[in-house]
């Protein structure tokens, strides 16, 4: 995984839980469409915003053909990677509910569009 693309989910991970939760309240799931509006609120880069559905969108939500479970795992592994030492995706996923991460592992862009909320 690139060195930006680490950087950008590192950004999704600190600054959308709050901003999320003080927006749309709780801690999740969200919509979607709560996220691009919460990533374009904090005027964040959409280019890896498959990761942040993966994170804080409820699994049901997301498209199967493009969240496989190889997908969702390779997405899950970049997670871990982009993550602070000695911290992981797991407590994050089931925070929100996902189970068995599969994912291409690459950022292609946002393009999955997102829900009402």
């Known amino acids: 995984m690139a060195k930006n693309e680490m950087k950008l989910i590192d950004q999704y991970q600190r600054l959308l839980p709050a901003s999320l939760s003080q927006r749309y309240g709780g801690s999740g799931p969200y919509t979607m469409a709560q ?3 919460t990533m374009e609120h904090l005027r964040l880069d959409r280019t890896c915003i498959y990761y942040a ?5 409820e699994k ?4 199967p053909e493009i969240f496989t479970d190889q997908a ?3 997405m899950s592994q970049d997670i871990d990677a982009a993550s602070m030492p000695g ?3 797991g407590p994050l996923a089931s925070l929100f509910g996902i189970d068995g991460f599969a994912g291409d592992g ?5 393009g999955a569009g997102g829900g009402g909320e």
């Open 87 to 89: 911290a992981g995706v």
């Open 106 to 110: 690459g950022c292609d862009g946002g």
């Open 53 to 57: 559905y993966l994170m804080y969108c």
């Open 72 to 74: 969702v795992a390779n």
């Open 60 to 63: 049901a939500a997301l498209d």
């Open 35 to 37: 996220v691009e509006r």
